[in-house]
């Protein structure tokens, strides 16, 4: 667990720094930032993506998601708990950009093969090489995206601490599930939400991001469950 503490500790220290730098930054320079950050968002996004190799998974990974996601009321809930933080905080007004926040850090901080295999990795062999190499980069982007989303991206620590010591603690069991093959897709799925991202924080798009993260879930699950009703199919033709 040692680079997950790593992880969300640089995470916390990067978050806190631009929460200092954010008091003395204009509006229009904030805003600007803010679609230059929308912008590198989506080239994040987009590179991800290409790691998928079955256009198939990823749209049914997304349809999946984004109706279980709503059922869910995903986006509703961390808006919930985004107001109650404001109103702890008395900063009434802004519950989206807390929550906006919370989803955009997260998601960027905990999707994709880094976080994946540096958490198995880390699980299986105690070698925290990649999540700690990891957590050099998420210093630098808590930092960025503090300074323009604000509080919501130091709470997306505890997001980090979550997904990645389960990760950890579940790598005996994941191991096995977790083929290149199934990473590669569930990146591809995550790399469309932060694409969804991207288009938000430029002001492009409105999209409750948070209700399609069940396709992050799906696109493995898919993806291991193709060679079985292959098989079957076989069997029963």
Request: charged letters at 10%; one cysteine or more; a neutral charge.
């Amino acid at each position: 667990m040692i680079g997950v503490i790593v992880n969300v500790i640089t995470v916390v220290i990067g978050a806190s720094i631009g929460l200092l730098l954010k008091k003395g930054i204009p509006e229009r320079v904030s805003q600007a930032v803010m679609t230059g950050l929308g912008v590198c968002t989506l080239y994040i996004g987009i590179s991800g993506s290409l790691c998928g190799q079955n256009t198939l998974i990823a749209i049914a990974s997304v349809v999946l998601g984004a109706a279980v996601g709503t059922l869910m009321n995903i986006d509703g809930a961390i808006t919930r708990l985004a107001s109650r933080v404001e109103e702890r905080f008395h900063h009434q007004g802004r519950q989206g950009s807390i929550a906006e926040g919370i989803i955009t850090a997260t998601l960027l901080f905990c999707v994709g093969s880094m976080t994946v295999t540096g958490s198995i990795q880390a699980g299986l062999t105690g070698d925290n090489s990649i999540l700690i190499t990891k957590a050099m980069l998420d210093l630098v982007s808590s930092m960025m995206l503090s300074s323009s989303l604000g509080l919501g991206v130091l709470l997306s620590a505890v997001a980090v601490l979550g997904i990645q010591g389960g990760l950890v603690l579940l790598s005996g069991l994941l191991h096995p599930l977790m083929s290149t093959g199934a990473i590669n897709e569930m990146t591809c799925a995550g790399s469309l939400l932060i694409i969804m991202i991207g288009t938000n924080l430029m002001g492009i798009t409105k999209i409750k991001v948070a209700d399609f993260l069940p396709a992050i879930l799906f696109a493995p699950l898919i993806y291991n469950l193709i060679p079985l009703l292959e098989r079957l199919w076989g069997m029963l033709a």
